[in-house]
């Protein structure tokens, strides 16, 4: 649940000579103006305009001279609508941006997501560059652009616009390593990277709880060999469970991004020898996440061996040892995919059908063609387009009408587009001969997988 005070009413220019008002709440206006300070100290209205967004802006820049106006995300919807507004010398709007013309698609997928917001711009450094000519950002998903204020046109990402967002970056982490707030410094130095601030990093590996733990997160992203041995001293001492979550939780991200699977990398035969060790720990064995851990990594044999985790109360752990199974479990695991079926967790059910696709179960006309009558499966749409991919004429027949007659249907489509779900490659086939009336999901189809 999203928590949220009332927005900003006043931005104001770093010379404090200029500020954007916000009107908003029941009784006002959806309008924002700029008003400039006279000599007098009073303020005059240069301008003012209904919101270019869906909302009042969640933070607004200024230049020095109140000609230029840019607009960051909408209070209580950030990373939806326009994320960035380029407003000239009159409020006139002269360029906008939705998230997905700043974001790969990686980075747009992977961004933290809320009830109210995605969450794409923190840690992010928001600054005017160049005498305030250029404005640009540098956030902690590596995503980076600058853009000409005159215009809000995009500019070359020069190796000079790079090395002074990095360096007001570290300039402000510096500033939260000296306050209050070293936590979320060390956790910005993570995200961007800041290997410049290592030295900083190692001195906070033994400070208070919270901050010896961000210390550790931050150096396990920087220097991934040497917080190994760290990592597995802390863990085979007794602490709170909560503490031995989150340098788990570390451990695992050394070659993970959450959602990808685990990278392989020189540190990979460590690693996996490391979960095993601690698989065997008494006060570690019990926990999930460390089978969780292992059916992310292990080869099939170590699966197929594990049948016992389709019955764990851990639905993470469920869900990890299905999309093993999936992804290298081979045919010898079809048996184990059909039980998954049966899962309480409709995800790790489509998951399980998947792999029934993939392997090319005996059954599956029949799986499918129950799914179709249980719209509560998890996986009825998937099983429509496998029966058409089968040559089903009632699926077939049922599979062109719902993707002439309903846009949500190709949710189901984009989704095994966009993971590349090769198994399924003869079903997007199948589809795409019925999307005359739909070409967005049509050019979105191509553009992935076919």
Not at 301 to 330: D, M, N, T, W
């Amino acid at each position: 649940m999203d928590s949220w005070g009332p927005p900003t009413k006043e931005h104001w220019s770093a010379n404090r000579q200029f500020v954007l008002k916000v009107s908003w709440g029941l009784n006002e206006p959806n309008t924002i103006a700029l008003y400039q300070r006279d000599t007098n100290s009073k303020m005059i209205r240069l301008w003012s305009r209904l919101y270019p967004q869906e909302g009042p802006p969640y933070s607004a820049l200024i230049t020095n001279d109140g000609q230029h106006v840019i607009l960051r995300d909408t209070y209580h919807s950030l990373g939806y609508g326009k994320v960035l507004v380029f407003l000239g010398p009159k409020g006139q709007e002269l360029r906008s941006y939705q998230l997905t013309e700043l974001l790969t698609e990686t980075q747009f997928l992977d961004a933290s997501r809320s009830v109210s917001s995605i969450w794409w711009s923190s840690p992010g450094v928001f600054t005017f560059l160049d005498s305030q000519k250029a404005f640009g950002f540098l956030v902690g998903c590596g995503a980076s652009s600058v853009f000409e204020v005159a215009t809000g046109r995009k500019l070359p990402l020069s190796s000079l616009y790079k090395a002074a967002l990095r360096h007001i970056a570290i300039e402000e982490v510096k500033t939260e390593l000296r306050g209050n707030r070293k936590s979320y410094g060390l956790h910005s130095i993570a995200q961007y990277r800041l290997t410049e601030l290592l030295p900083q990093v190692r001195s906070l590996l033994n400070a208070s709880e919270e901050v010896g733990q961000a210390a550790m997160y931050a150096l396990a992203k920087l220097v991934p060999l040497e917080s190994v041995p760290l990592l597995r001293a802390k863990l085979q001492k007794p602490m709170p469970k909560e503490n031995q979550e989150y340098y788990l939780n570390v451990l695992d991200g050394i070659d993970q991004d959450w959602p990808e699977t685990p990278r392989k990398t020189a540190l990979s035969p460590t690693l996996l020898a490391l979960w095993h060790e601690l698989s065997k720990n008494p006060q570690l064995k019990a926990n999930p996440k460390i089978s969780t851990s292992l059916c992310e990594r292990e080869k099939s044999p170590y699966l197929l061996q594990h049948a016992e985790f389709l019955q764990s109360a851990s639905k993470e752990l469920r869900y990890a040892y299905i999309c093993g199974l999936v992804e290298r479990g081979g045919v010898k695991a079809i048996p184990l995919l059909r039980r998954a079926l049966n899962d309480s967790n409709d995800i790790n059910r489509c998951w399980a059908f998947r792999g029934l696709v993939k392997y090319k179960a005996s059954d599956l006309i029949s799986i499918s063609r129950a799914a179709l009558k249980n719209p509560k499966c998890g996986y009825r749409d998937e099983a429509l387009i496998a029966l058409a991919a089968q040559g089903d004429s009632e699926g077939t027949a049922r599979l062109k009408k719902e993707l002439s007659q309903l846009d949500a249907f190709g949710g189901a489509c984009k989704m095994i587009a966009r993971q590349r779900r090769r198994e399924f490659l003869p079903a997007l086939q199948q589809c795409k001969k019925y999307l005359d009336k739909n070409p967005s999901l049509r050019q979105y189809l191509e553009s992935h997988c076919i």
